[in-house]
């Protein structure tokens, strides 16, 4: 059984950066990408980034692209979201993921526990 557990949410005013950082323990699982995804209240979840963990090719929702990023350390296990110029619409709980390469959460098995994310103005 793989864990995700996800890290580095908290309270952060417009235009500030945050860092999330997912670490995966267990087995070893074989989905092809991590991705990450955010809910906020009464929100469906919505898909964020994706990257693949071989070729490290990166995927990104519209509304982050150019302020956020998505990188991995596959040494580490661990998949980072580095989040910068941050607005009140990002606030959300932000959830890790592992599965095949998708901007849909159904194709994704293995899920986090999520961190919130606030951003203030």
């Known amino acids: 059984q793989v864990q995700l557990v996800e890290s580095g949410g908290g309270l952060v005013q417009v235009g500030g950066s945050l860092r999330l950082s997912c670490a995966a323990s267990g087995r070893t699982f074989s989905g092809s990408a991590m991705g990450w995804f955010r809910q906020a209240p009464g929100k469906e979840r919505e898909f964020v980034a994706t990257?693949?963990?071989?070729?490290?090719?990166?995927y990104y929702a519209d509304s982050v692209k150019g302020r956020f990023t998505i990188s991995r350390d596959n040494a580490k296990n661990t998949v980072y979201l580095q989040m910068n110029s941050l607005k009140p619409e990002d606030t959300a709980v932000y959830y890790c993921?592992?599965?095949?390469?998708?901007?849909?959460?159904?194709?994704?098995?293995?899920w986090g526990q999520g961190t919130q994310v606030t951003v203030s103005s």
């Open positions: 990257i693949l963990r071989y070729s490290g090719s990166t």
């Open positions: 993921a592992a599965g095949r390469l998708s901007y849909y959460p159904h194709d994704y098995d293995t």
